[in-house]
């Protein structure tokens, strides 16, 4: 796993969020590409780099980008959910 978080918050708080793109691309039988464009208040600077392909739910690769609130957000995951008992994806029959 790796993760690299760079944020400044709105010292005002402002909670306002607003949809304006979101797409979702199937690769395989397991994985796709997300695509969000948003707006989202609380931060002034965000910048969120997480790269954890297995051991967690929907595992994959997560960029988000945000400047004066304007977020852009680029995905590849997985769909599964991750079993901890028996350390890999969980099977539903």
């Not at 797409?23 to 994985?31: A, C, E, L, R």
């Not at 969120?48 to 995905?75: V, Y």
């Amino acid at each position: 796993m790796i993760n690299f978080i760079v944020k400044l918050s709105n010292p005002f708080r402002w909670e306002f969020f607003k949809d304006f793109y979101n797409i979702h691309i199937p690769i395989t039988k397991n994985k796709i590409f997300e695509f969000k464009l948003y707006f989202y208040g609380w931060y002034i600077f965000a910048i969120d780099f997480d790269f954890s392909p297995t051991c967690k739910d929907h595992g994959g690769l997560d960029l988000s980008l945000c400047l004066l609130g304007l977020c852009i957000e680029f995905s590849i995951r997985d769909t599964r959910h991750w079993d901890f008992e028996n350390d890999d994806w969980v099977v539903y029959d």
